[in-house]
């Protein structure tokens, strides 16, 4: 049974703090789940909420929905990513989704073969490819079109991180992936 909440005293106090202009942007919001993330977009233009397989988009100044999506086959532990301010990219099974918040459509979506996404642990990005982590497998990723460019075993270096620097990188205009690993 869905379950419906007011979010109004929420969305006016986080909407004075994003554009100071105080009980001006007071709206009200009827989801059909408790709230779990929120996220401004777009230096606060608008606001990403989401909820287990929920996800909406609103307009911070009026309260306007601009978009929503119910995930099927939703799975915690798998990626739920706001990327660039304007995509969501979803994982359920095999499959890869990446919405386009603002253009209301799906900009395309992938299988991608002998992928668990229980074992999600991360992405980066660099440019405009993605890297998703599983445990011990990388997949990149073009951003663009959703392409697989590679998958590769990765045992990173984490003494670098915690060093205060990184231990990969992609070269400009390349979809390669360089990373430095952990000693044999």
Known sequence: MKRWYTFAVLFTLLSALLTAQGSKNLW?????DD???IQPLQNGKYLF????????????ATGKKVWSVE??????KAPHLVVNDSLYLVA????????????????????YAMIEQDRFSGMKQFDTIIVLSYSTVDIGISLHTGKEHW????????????AGTVNCIVPPGQPKYFVLTEKE
């Open 28 to 32: 009200n919001a009827e989801l059909e």
């Open 35 to 37: 709230v779990k993330r």
């Open 49 to 60: 909420l989401s909820s287990d397989e929920y996800a909406w988009l609103f307009e911070n």
């Open 71 to 76: 995930i099927d086959d939703y799975n915690a």
């Open 92 to 111: 359920n099974e095999d499959t890869l989704v990446c919405y386009s918040m603002l253009g209301r459509s799906i900009r395309w979506k992938k299988p």
């Open 151 to 162: 998958r590769t075993p990765v045992e990173y270096n984490t003494d670098l991180v915690e």
